[in-house]
């Protein structure tokens, strides 16, 4: 049974899901990795505006492929979580609600979302055709000069992706392989 | 004495790089279709579902089955009655490198320089070229487009030679163990033991590249190869790390004589997407 979630995020939804539910993100959300969250911190601790508000928003780590002509996006599946760690605090704090990525996330990040309600969403890594058809349109927000790094924001429709890490803390990265193990090292 | 010219060399790494980017072979399709049927969890089933419809649909639509379309390495055995006539080989390999990032949709993923400025070369080159020199009069070209989430998870280890067989498993459990969901399983491992310290990474990542239906010919190292797959399909991590029992779909062996002082062991972990492809000119 898969739930269908509206992005952005309402501060009722980001309670409502748990761990392990299967979701299809509809609405808007912004791109963004390694290059784009040196640059956001960067700005960050000079005291700049940022070129994009980020409260309210979700961020899905990509970098996709090049866009044949006639798709709208190319191939655009998660890349890893764990690399945005350090950068993440600060944009939770500015009111960011959800990430989506693949794999870990940090202590760090984990301690951030425990005082800024929020929800980690995994998507399925190295399923980047499929995700890229729930993409319905890309329009670059900042920083064009990072090429498939530059800042994006997507309306998905239907993107098919897991709750990670709830607002509770409950993690299926922990939870789930626990349930499967039969053996200790 | 038979001559080859580089601009063949450059043709065939354009070909391979595509199709491996595209193409997941039949034999990793076969294994997630049997890992589909096998696996009890749900949220595991509905990963490997995803990935193999996904597989299916970049195959159908000459699409790179993963955005991450890797550093480029290549295998080269030529043999030693080749005359390889026209541009430098290291040249012509790039060339193909490039032609295939740039015409068929992939994307670039290497910067020149890996502390400071980070640009990016804009074409995938250069790319990580590993040449012997063997007997004959044949070319073979072996491409690897490795993505960086499993590659970011692979590690190297100099035990001693007490440490043994038993040594050598605990090390590949705990590098698999400890890389979880992040390297996108279920994982091909690519194990290379002994050789130098250099060496038996090479191995490791030649390892990943191997057919999944073949096993170390020396039936001690594939019994080897066959306990491990088991024990880390143990481990729970499961499809995409949501849980469950498909892990890997198979640990390959790669062995070399080593020093008596010790028991250098590399595990190069390779995700679902094992993209590789390979040719003889």
Not at chain 1, 144 to 157: K, Q, R, T, W
Not at chain 2, 30 to 41: F, I, P, V, Y
Not at chain 2, 113 to 133: A, K, M, S, Y
Request: aromatic share 6%; net charge neutral.
């Amino acid at each position: 049974m898969k739930i269908h979630v509206q992005l952005p995020l309402t501060d009722e939804t980001v309670l409502l899901l748990k761990a392990g539910d299967e979701v299809l993100l509809s609405g808007r959300v912004l791109t963004g990795r390694d290059a784009a969250h040196r640059r956001l911190t960067a700005m960050l601790e000079a005291g700049e505006a940022l070129p994009v508000s980020l409260a309210g928003e979700t961020i899905y780590y990509v970098g996709p492929a090049p866009a044949r002509p006639g798709q709208t996006v190319g191939p655009a599946g998660p890349t890893s979580s764990y690399r945005m760690d350090r950068f993440t605090p600060p944009l939770l704090k500015l009111g960011l609600k959800g990430m989506i990525g693949k794999g870990r996330l940090g202590p760090q990040s984990l301690q951030a979302m425990k005082e800024h309600p929020s929800v980690y969403f995994a998507a399925v890594g190295g399923s980047a055709v499929l995700i890229s058809k729930s993409i319905r349109s890309s329009r670059v927000v900042a920083w064009p000069d990072l090429g498939a790094e530059a800042v994006h924001y997507f309306e998905i429709e239907d993107f098919p992706a897991v709750v990670a890490v709830d607002s509770r803390g409950i993690n299926l990265y922990d939870e789930g392989p626990k349930l499967y193990r039969k053996t200790a090292l | 004495m038979r001559e080859v010219h580089t601009s063949d060399i450059t043709q065939a790494v354009y070909e391979l790089f595509l199709d491996a980017n595209y193409r997941i072979g039949p034999d990793v399709m076969d294994r997630l279709k049997q890992a589909r049927k096998e696996e009890t969890s749900p949220l595991g089933r509905m990963a490997l579902e995803q990935i193999i419809r996904n597989n299916e649909l970049a195959a159908e639509e000459d699409l790179c089955v993963c955005q991450d379309t890797g550093i480029s390495v290549v295998f080269l055995e030529i043999g030693q009655d080749v005359h390889l006539a026209g541009g430098p080989l290291e040249d012509a390999v790039n060339a193909g490198v490039r032609k295939a990032y740039l015409e068929g949709y992939l994307r670039k993923s290497i910067v020149a320089e890996p502390l400071f400025d980070r640009r990016n070369t804009g074409d995938n080159t250069p790319c990580v070229q590993h040449v012997r020199i063997v007997p004959g009069e044949a070319v073979h070209v072996t491409a690897i487009a490795k993505g960086f989430g499993s590659e970011n998870m692979s590690r190297l280890m100099m035990l001693t030679p007490g440490d043994g067989v038993e040594g050598v498993r605990q090390f590949v459990l705990k590098t698999v163990e400890e890389a979880g969901p992040n390297p996108c399983p279920p994982l091909v491992v690519g194990v290379g033991i002994g050789g130098s310290f250099e060496l038996c990474a090479i191995m490791a990542k030649r390892a990943t590249s191997l057919p999944l239906t073949r096993s170390h010919r020396d039936p001690r190292y594939a019994e080897i190869e066959r306990e491990l797959e088991r024990d880390i399909n143990l481990l729970g991590i499961g499809p995409a790390g949501y849980g469950g029992g498909a892990t890997a779909l198979k640990v390959h062996i790669i062995t070399a004589p080593t020093h008596i002082a010790g028991l250098p062991v590399a595990v190069n972990i390779c995700c679902h997407a094992a993209r590789h492809a390979e040719r003889t000119v």
